[in-house]
T-cell receptor, first 119, second 113 residues
Framework: AQKITQTQPGMFVQEKEAVTLDCTYD???????LFWYKQPSSGEMIFLIY??????QNATEGRYSLNFQKARKSANLVISASQLGDSAMYFC????????????????FGQGTILTVHP | NAGVMQNPRHLVRRRGQEARLRCSPM?????VYWYRQLPEEGLKFMVY????????ESGMPKERFSAEFPKEGPSILRIQQVVRGDSAAYFC???????????FGPGTRLTVL
């Protein structure tokens, strides 16, 4: 089974509107972290937002928020007020707890969603 | 505080040659991770290192690939006898501890002719 599933290969949104990018995950660990990264056409990986499995509040960072639904194992990224510069590939990633309950850092990435923002 | 540095940014090799990719983590970061991104795919974990130690190399191909992170100097990902299938973007990431977010370098794009 895929550990991280991003079911939307491509998404389109009108400038200034909000968009939700889906991410579901699969883990048996109690302690894990979920990340979203943005990869523009220039290729670099830009960290956007992080949600820990024990965090009770949904993470927010400026125009980015993470809709964390633990029971459904989903961690969707919401981008509000889309801008043309948001056009990029977006990756969801998970870090699982290691042996002994100690998280050790390795990230597993989904296949990504290409977001295109139209003017 | 400079970010994660990788060099070269672009590397072209002929089949059978060696490729050496370098990664300098952010200041104060002792954890380094290497990932590979094949065209049109997500990143795949290769190896996790701390200073002078390989912690997890479960994502490394068994042959031709090796990684090190010496006490002094950058982390090196070495690919011997490159083949066309090694063409990819190789990203390095670093973090101060294993449970912090990872900061990525700009990547090295390897092309094997």
């Amino acid at each position: 089974a895929q550990k991280i599933t991003q079911t939307q290969p491509g998404m389109f949104v009108q400038e200034k509107e909000a968009v939700t990018l889906d991410c579901t995950y699969d883990t048996s660990d109690q302690s894990y972290g979920l990340f979203w990264y943005k990869q523009p056409s220039s290729g670099e990986m830009i960290f956007l937002i992080y949600q820990g499995s024990y965090d009770e509040q949904n993470a927010t960072e400026g125009r980015y928020s993470l809709n964390f639904q633990k029971a459904r194992k989903s961690a969707n990224l919401v981008i509000s007020a889309s801008q043309l510069g948001d056009s990029a590939m977006y990756f969801c990633a998970m870090r699982e707890g290691g042996a002994g309950g100690t998280s050790y850092g390795k990230l597993t990435f989904g296949q990504g969603t290409i977001l295109t923002v139209h003017p | 505080n400079a970010g994660v540095m990788q060099n070269p940014r672009h590397l072209v090799r002929r089949r059978g040659q060696e490729a050496r990719l370098r990664c300098s983590p952010m200041k104060g970061h002792s954890h380094v991770y290497w990932y590979r991104q094949l065209p049109e795919e997500g990143l795949k974990f290769m190896v996790y290192l701390q200073k002078e130690n390989i912690i997890d190399e479960s994502g490394m191909p068994k042959e031709r690939f090796s990684a090190e992170f010496p006490k002094e100097g950058p982390s090196i990902l070495r690919i011997q006898q490159v083949v066309r299938g090694d063409s990819a973007a190789y990203f390095c990431a670093s973090s101060p501890h294993s449970d912090n977010e990872q900061f990525f370098g700009p990547g090295t794009r390897l092309t094997v002719l």
